[in-house]
């Protein structure tokens, strides 16, 4: 295997990080604290072709590779784990499938300026709405309910933890159409926000990537053209897991950049601060953690390559994927904690950042799929 990037994936993640150090860093600690959405991030990233990083040219994307799109992911989510889950729903859940599933049409709708992140000159992003109060893990419990009326359908139902939620001015939504068909009788519907019925709820105050819009979305007798579902009738579920399963590389990336940005402020840390007479970085104890550390993100950054490696090259990526995500969400918990230990009672302030990155580590282990059903995912391939 050649594990040697290319002079473009070099460019790529020399772009984002110099973004994630010149434009995110600055701020991350206020945006966190009171919940401010990093429109402006989002947008410079949008002028950065970062927000359709997948996504052919002729509709308005970047045409870019899943690894670069890992290496992007993995430095923005070293600073600011708010900016890279915007990006990532964007580019994972919302472009990959409207690509993917959706008609000309569609595309050129919709897909060629979310690719482009911006619309008439206006931020311009997706949201996938597949959870609900009744339908997490379990996402085949849909409440969410779309009455086919002929040329329409008639949408009702709430959506919970929708990140992008207020920000968006599409939403990807999975609703029950034919209760008597289980899965199969999910459909998934492109939406406009500014529809007559929709409304967005309360900003959730949350422990972790605080910066990031999540919100309810609910829909009252929210009237959605034919045109508007995506695929044939019943294709929704499929829809929906197929498309989470490279949102998983996403999430997986998320989790490394958390991962490698608390052993890098834990390494440089070490390096200043003295104990007992020398900088703690000679003290045994501090050496075993930083080598554990370095030997998680390794491991975590390996896992993510292969899988958006099998991705670019047409291969089965499920089981990759989850591996990737379960791992890589670990190691970030992880790190994350034992960079706090290590910078001792100044990793528990604000300032030092890895405290925020402790909080930011704890949801890649829950959402795109719980580290509990990715182990039910690699199970079930391992044990065919």
């Known amino acids: 295997m050649n594990f040697q990037l290319t002079e473009e994936q070099l460019a790529v993640r020399q772009a984002a990080?110099?973004?994630?150090?010149?434009?995110?860093?600055?701020?991350?600690?206020?945006?966190?604290?009171?919940?401010?959405?990093?429109?402006?991030?989002?947008?410079?990233?949008?002028?950065?072709?970062?927000?359709?990083?997948?996504?052919k040219p002729e509709y308005g994307g970047s045409g870019m590779d899943t690894v670069s799109y890992v290496l992007a992911m993995e430095e923005i989510s070293k600073i600011d784990a708010s900016v890279s889950v915007c990006m990532s729903v964007n580019n994972s859940l919302v472009c990959y499938g409207l690509q993917e599933y959706c008609t000309e049409e569609q595309k050129q709708q919709y897909l060629v300026p979310l690719a482009q992140g911006k619309k008439d000159g206006e931020l311009y992003i997706g949201a996938f709405l597949l959870s609900?109060?009744?339908?997490?893990?379990?996402a085949t419990s849909q409440r969410t309910t779309a009455i086919d009326m002929g040329d329409y359908y008639i949408l009702n139902g709430i959506k919970n933890w929708i990140t992008n939620g207020s920000s968006a001015s599409v939403y990807l939504v999975m609703a029950q159409t034919d209760a008597s068909k289980g899965s199969k009788g999910i459909n998934a519907f492109i939406v406009e926000k500014n529809w007559p019925g929709v409304s967005v709820g309360a900003k959730e105050n949350k422990m972790g990537i605080?910066?990031?819009?999540?919100?309810?979305?609910?829909?009252?007798?929210?009237?959605?053209?034919?045109?508007?579902?995506i695929g044939e009738d019943g294709f929704g579920f499929t829809f929906a897991m197929k498309t989470l399963a490279g949102g998983r590389i996403g999430i997986a990336a998320q989790a490394l950049g958390i991962a490698a940005g608390s052993y890098e402020l834990a390494l440089k840390y070490s390096k200043e601060r003295k104990a007992f007479g020398k900088e703690i970085m000679h003290h045994q104890a501090i050496q075993f953690k930083l080598a554990d550390m370095a030997t998680k993100v390794e491991a975590a950054r390996?896992?993510?390559?292969?899988?958006?490696?099998?991705?670019?090259?047409?291969?089965?990526?499920?089981?990759?994927?989850?591996?990737?995500?379960?791992?890589?969400?670990?190691?970030?918990?992880?790190?994350?904690?034992?960079?706090?230990?290590?910078?001792?009672?100044?990793?528990?302030?604000?300032?030092?950042?890895?405290?925020?990155?402790?909080?930011?580590?704890?949801?890649?282990?829950?959402?795109?799929?719980?580290?509990?059903?990715?182990?039910?995912?690699?199970s079930r391939s391992i044990l065919k």
């Not at 609900?132 to 379990?138: I, L, N, V």
């Not at 609910?218 to 959605?224: M, N, Q």
């Not at 089965?316 to 706090?340: G, H, I, R």
């Open 302 to 378: 390996l896992l993510c390559m292969k899988s958006a490696w099998e991705k670019d090259n047409g291969i089965d990526y499920t089981l990759s994927s989850s591996m990737a995500k379960v791992f890589a969400s670990e190691a970030a918990m992880w790190c994350s904690t034992e960079a706090v230990q290590v910078h001792g009672g100044y990793g528990y302030v604000k300032e030092f950042h890895v405290e925020r990155l402790m909080r930011d580590a704890k949801i890649t282990q829950i959402y795109e799929g719980t580290s509990e059903v990715q182990r039910i995912v690699i």
């Open 132 to 138: 609900e109060p009744e339908a997490g893990s379990d």
């Open 17 to 55: 990080r110099d973004f994630a150090q010149q434009e995110c860093l600055p701020g991350v600690i206020e945006r966190d604290d009171k919940m401010i959405f990093p429109k402006e991030q989002v947008s410079q990233l949008a002028d950065l072709g970062f927000m359709g990083m997948m996504v």
């Open 210 to 229: 605080r910066g990031s819009d999540t919100h309810s979305i609910s829909f009252t007798d929210v009237k959605v053209p034919k045109a508007n579902r």
